[in-house]
């Protein structure tokens, strides 16, 4: 796994752009180094620049980074690019992956052994889209940094797919 450590990059409007990103290739452990990655860069956003950020959505970012590398790495073959950057008071999680297709989630069924994961990340986003790339595609993820009494940020980003 590569990774580029958090930084300032396009910073519009006197922003600071707070962002990582890794190429991630090679065996199911990068998975986990993954789900790694985005935990540590919660931790130093919080520590070093003093944003607030809930263990819910460290532990909601984890999930979906898992969830999303899991997919690619399953469905796509070579190299599956993440990027987990602060936009405003969202964590976005972005995967992208060489394989066009955009996913669909699955009708809900208690039954189904498996294959919930879409299901899941959809469940606890408060944004969600799927692009095709020249090559590929690119899902990007949005999680409130803070918390809601009803899991839902009053500015969430309308979800949708392209």
Not at 40 to 62: C, I, K, M, N, W
Not at 73 to 95: H, Q
């Amino acid at each position: 796994m590569e990774s580029v450590p958090v930084g300032e990059e396009g910073a519009a409007s006197g922003e600071q752009a707070l962002r990582t990103t890794a190429a991630l290739d090679g065996d199911g452990t990068v998975i986990a180094e993954a789900r790694a990655l985005a935990a540590g860069f919660l931790a130093r956003v919080q520590a070093e620049h003093g944003l607030p950020v809930s263990q819910r959505a460290v532990d909601l970012t984890q999930l979906v980074v898992s969830e999303l590398v899991t997919n690619a790495r399953k469905y796509a073959p070579g190299p599956v690019l993440l990027d987990v950057r602060i936009a405003g008071d969202m964590v976005e999680v972005v995967v992208w992956d060489s394989d066009p297709v955009l996913p669909v989630a699955r009708a809900a069924d208690a039954g189904r052994v498996g294959q919930h994961g879409l299901e899941i990340v959809m469940a606890v986003a408060q944004g969600f889209e799927a692009q095709r790339e020249p090559v590929g595609k690119r899902i990007t993820v949005r999680i409130a940094l803070l918390d809601d009494p009803v899991g839902r940020s009053s500015d969430a980003t309308p979800c949708k797919g392209g």
